[in-house]
């Protein structure tokens, strides 16, 4: 038979300011395919940053296992990135986690700060697993309730034993559904994650979010030579069905802004008398609780094609 290892990890970060996790633990445990525990440990790492308040503040589920100081005496990523990529990438193994997107995640955050190379890896996703199986989302702990892990003896928040909770909750459900882990993890890889996918999301995270930006710019500016005229004294609301797509409704705030008029994010108080608002809809709404709110705000629906005819 050819044995495999499973490799169960967990982090936590000292903050996760501008969306860049600050990796301060990277918790592991090694197992047989069995799920029988071969090796465990909890990295502690230097983050080389300040922490974020909340971890030590008392309130809430998520503090820290250790002390400030501990963490502040301990090497940085970079000193552990060569035993961590081993870890990850070692043939033969399987890398799995709760939530493991976001670990993913921060594991390139790590190699992005330190200007390391990516770790190249994939690891399945147990959160999203039970989440397609039994129609709903729970914290890892409230999962550990119901197939009646005992967790007396781990502390939430402590890489190495959220590592070994989802251990123990895979090979729970392993033993309900009668599968041995690796037949289990194989039959659903639409919930894989790499790293390849993460670094795609963030990147198109970051693009919507300059996108938006250049949106939010031309708020509430009017041209002063527009090129054309055919919407001169109107101002426009688009609805967030128009602006999810961040492409098309740079160009249209663009265009309307060539065409002499207004975007507003939100049109508030009255209009100067010689000006008109617009709502503007992919496909205007019939509520009639929503027309009404349209009225005494003193609004006009508009649809997105009529709007399109009227730009030149």
Known sequence: MNHKSFVFFDCECANTFDGIGKICSLGYVIADDDLNIIESEDVVINPECEFDWYLFSGQGECQLAYSKD?????????????????????????IAGFA????????????ERYNLDYIQFRAFDLERYLERKYEKKQKLSEWAKEFGVDI????????????IITMLCLKAECERTGKN????????KDCFVSNEQILEQAAEREYRREMKEKIRRLYNKKSPKPRFKTVVNCRFELDHKILHDVDEAFELVKKIYA????????????????????????????????????KDRGLESMSLEKLDNLLK
Do not use: M
Request: charged content about 25%; hydrophobic content about 30%.
């Open 152 to 163: 007396s003896s781990y502390q939430t928040h402590k890489s190495v034993d959220d590592a």
């Open 70 to 94: 501990y963490f502040r005496i301990k090497p940085n990523w970079e000193s552990y990135h060569k035993n961590i990529k081993k870890l990850l990438t070692t043939g033969n193994r399987y």
């Open 100 to 111: 493991v997107g976001n670990d993913v995640g921060f594991v390139n955050n790590a190699c």
């Open 259 to 294: 065409n002499g008029g207004i975007v507003s994010e939100h049109i508030t108080g009255h209009l100067p008398s010689n000006e008109k608002g617009f709502a503007v809809y992919k496909n205007i709404p019939d509520n009639p609780y929503v027309l009404k709110k349209l």
């Open 181 to 188: 882990v690796e037949e289990l993890i194989t039959e659903h």
